[in-house]
């Protein structure tokens, strides 16, 4: 009998290394149950669940509510746009109308970092955080960590680089935490302007070129051009960032060992990545949306008995 | 209380080898037949009946494992939740005659859980209940074993401990106070 050290998960870094090691260890045992040809367990019955989606998402949404309906929870669907909230009510109006439905858990996704915190002092229920602003992603860092152990074999010692937009990403900060965690070295790479200040107090190695990283790593974890955020100039154009960070087979080629590529989608198909990489054996990209859906089984699971 | 002896090594493998003549004697050449241990510790009594099975002359003898635990009734009645084992179930069950194995047949809620589960494999022709220790009198739903191999009075503080020599060095079966667990 084994139990998380908290109550919530908002964020990887208020995880301990056994709390990843124990929603690992859960998560195999997951992705049995959704191999098998009934996919679906009654685990979670008496359990209702509100996925809040402050902030549009595909993926994450859909293997939330996948996980939720293979553990047979109840699942409610919230998502901003044609809600109340754009006649002005609260978050935590909106949280406690929809608890006093009686709901025991709320996944959320919001714009604005540490809203799943801000959430978790003040509402009576489990809260999972799907990605607040800029802050952590942590599910998707686990599901990450999670593939990287599955393709291979142990985290420990392995030399993870993630590439791109740092300075924005969500997925880039969980990834460094549960990375540590999991003891694996970390390396950021992108260009100075997507990097944050004081990057390597993460502890962290830092590198701004691409080939550097991949000569280093054993796997590269290849984050979005968030395209959005060009207008504000944080490098000229996309077909410059392509020609500097864009992974192609030959300079995946040119690293004098085999790498892992790893991209947390959507992909920009030409830009961060090229098809031929991103369709090749070397790329683990659909094991980890399969796997997403076993660590969030997992971690509902987990948390659901609090 | 001082752990009881119930079944020393020589009585426990008299049972065993009724168990896998009964076995025989209603499945034959187990064809159509397959044998399902139940996580945790119903895994040791299935992976040694296989064997015995095998030194008959039994050579076609699907075995599989099955985790109960996300299929439990006891979910949020706990404390912390329990760490699920190892299912692997490598075939369908589909059309097959089912045999689960357990050490220990106590409440019966294991056995109901393992009811609901299997049927993710498929939907088995008829399912059957082997188990090496059945309490008596303390079942808690109406669930009896196909197939026994000792029955014990036991009080709910005791617990039914079996050892494998592949694991603990000998065979035996105990009962002891539940504390000294």
């Known amino acids: ?207 701004y070129r691409l080939e550097e990283a991949l000569e280093w790593c054993d796997v590269a974890n290849m984050l979005r051009v968030q395209k959005e955020r060009m207008d504000k100039g944080y490098f000229p154009s996309i077909r410059e960032y392509a020609m500097q960070y864009g992974l192609t087979m030959k300079k995946l080629k040119a690293a004098s060992r085999d790498i892992v590529i790893m991209h947390p989608g959507p992909i920009n198909r030409g830009v961060e990545i090229t098809s031929e990489v991103a369709d090749s054996d070397y790329s683990i990209i659909l094991n980890q949306v399969e796997n997403g859906v076993a660590i969030r089984m997992a971690v509902l699971y987990l948390l659901a008995n609090t | 209380m001082r752990k009881k002896i119930i079944l020393d090594e020589e009585r426990m493998h008299i049972v065993l080898e009724r168990l896998c003549f009964q076995l025989v004697e209603q499945h034959g050449d187990f064809t159509n037949s397959v044998l399902i241990g139940l996580q945790p510790r119903g895994a040791a009594l299935a992976e040694r009946l296989v064997k015995m099975l095998r030194s008959k002359g039994v050579s076609h003898l699907p075995l599989g494992l099955l985790d109960i635990t996300f299929f439990r009734d006891d979910f949020r009645r706990r404390d912390a939740p329990l760490q699920p084992n190892q299912t692997k179930i490598d075939f369908l069950v589909e059309g097959k005659r089912v045999i689960f194995i357990d050490d220990v047949l106590y409440t019966g809620r294991s056995v109901r859980a393992a009811l609901d589960a299997i049927h993710s494999f498929g939907r088995p022709a008829d399912i059957e209940l082997l188990t090496l220790i059945e309490r008596r009198f303390s079942r808690k739903l109406p669930i009896y074993p196909n197939y026994c191999g000792h029955s014990v009075d036991s009080i709910d503080s005791e617990r039914v401990l079996v050892e494998w020599k592949e694991v603990h060095g000998k065979d035996q079966i105990s009962i002891i106070p539940h504390e000294s667990t």
């Open chain 1, 1 to 207: 009998m084994s139990q998380l050290s908290t109550d919530h998960l908002l964020g990887i870094k208020d995880l301990t290394p056994e709390d990843i090691q124990l929603i690992f260890k859960t998560a195999d045992q997951f992705k049995e149950v959704i191999n098998r040809p009934i996919k679906k367990v009654p685990s979670l019955r008496d359990i209702t669940i509100a996925n809040l989606f402050f902030e549009n998402s595909t993926r994450t949404k859909l293997s939330f509510e996948l996980a939720e309906k293979r553990l047979s929870a109840d699942v409610l669907n919230f998502s901003a746009s044609g809600s109340s909230l754009s006649k002005g009510e609260t978050l935590i109006d909106t949280a406690n109308n929809i608890l006093a439905m009686k709901v025991d858990m709320i996944v959320m996704r919001h714009p604005n970092p540490g809203a799943a915190e801000f959430l978790s002092r003040r509402v009576k229920a489990t809260i999972i955080n799907a990605g607040d602003g800029t802050h952590e992603h942590p599910t998707q860092a686990l599901l990450d960590a999670f593939s990287i152990r599955e393709r291979l074999g142990d985290l420990s010692g392995k030399k993870v680089a993630v590439v791109g937009d740092i300075l924005h990403s969500r997925v880039a900060l969980s990834n460094v935490f549960c990375l540590q965690k999991a003891g694996a070295e970390v390396m950021l790479c992108g260009p100075r302007t997507l990097m944050p200040l004081h990057a390597e107090s993460l502890g962290v190695k830092v590198s």
